[in-house]
């Protein structure tokens, strides 16, 4: 996600604006009379499709905006918050993140979002805004679908559906509407959704670059036909955290980058599939791309090689949450 832009209008507000941009990780801009010029700063985010959190009344960010907001697949999620950071408004991009944006503020602060989005009123999430561990495949079929949910129709999902029923969505196996939930990347009918239960394991040499890991995984994900979009985490020992070459690879995916220790690894040492000798005498472990995929459930796809990289992928029965796997580098 890009940097959110994060502003307050006047003093009354600049605590909460503060709060907001710490746990966001973001610059806070305090503008206003006397400070800060608020226009410039919100027309160049919204230009570069960055979240825009503005505390300040709704009206005030709006006239921000202006007239020029482009059409409604590529807004960015734009956010008016309360002074008291009681209520949390989604003015724009409601299924691409601020809705979940509203309501992370609203329960950080213990106030209300105020979401309007017809579909949201009847469900817990839209379906090109789905909850974390799920990506949609084909966001172009969003809307149809949804149109047609309203008028009544149901869903046929092929795939594990118990997270769209408690969601409120009518799910049937005699529905009209196809969704498949799959981590493979295949063209088809339906609106497709990608489920974040793969981790990547890598091992590799000091003369890896980041090039030949993003190359070898690319290759190792699109012969098996795995979508990038399901892929939670890369994974490596513990030795390797600081890599830059597996660092720069998750980066170019996306993806977080989660280690184990040598401890760790070697619990997985009978369920390997391509133990090495030479690779425990030199490291004390058989193996390790195998070995921390593995951590995922099973084994998915066995060990893969390039000149200084090795490639392994795990799958998970359920989404994969990175902040509990592993550690973070």
Known sequence: MKTPLVFSMGLKGDRIARHIAQLL???????????????????????????????????????????????????????????????AVPLLGSHRGANALARWVAE???????????????????????????????????????????KGEKLNVEGPSGWLSLAGYPVDPKGSLLLRVTERAEAGPGLLVHPKTLVVGL???????????????????????????????????????????????????????????????????????????????????????EAVALKAGALLVPKRKSEHVTCAVGRADAPVDPRRFGKAV
């Open 108 to 150: 950080g602060f213990r106030g209300t979002a105020a979401v309007t989005s017809f579909s949201d009123t009847l469900y817990d999430f839209s379906l090109d805004d789905p909850p974390p561990g799920y990506a949609v495949g084909n966001p172009e079929a969003v809307r149809p679908v949804m149109a047609a949910l309203l």
């Open 203 to 289: 091992g590799c040499s000091s003369n890896a670059e980041s090039a030949e890991v993003i190359e070898l995984v690319g290759q190792v994900l699109g012969s098996e036909g795995l979508s990038p979009q399901s892929v939670a985490a890369f994974a490596t020992i513990e030795s390797h955290g600081d890599a830059e070459a597996i660092r720069a690879a998750a980066l170019h995916f996306d993806v977080p980058l989660r280690v184990f220790t040598r401890r760790e690894i070697g619990r997985e040492k009978a369920r390997l599939h391509s133990p090495s000798d030479a690779v425990e005498e030199a490291i004390g472990v058989p193996g390790v791309c």
């Open 25 to 87: 990780g973001s610059p806070v801009h305090l503008c206003g009379s006397g400070r800060d010029d608020a226009a410039p700063l919100v027309k160049k985010a919204y230009a570069e499709r960055a979240p825009i959190v503005g505390v300040c009344a709704a009206g005030v960010l709006i006239r921000l905006l202006g007239t020029d907001l482009g059409d409604k697949v590529s807004e960015p999620p734009v956010l008016a918050v309360s002074a008291d950071g009681k209520i």
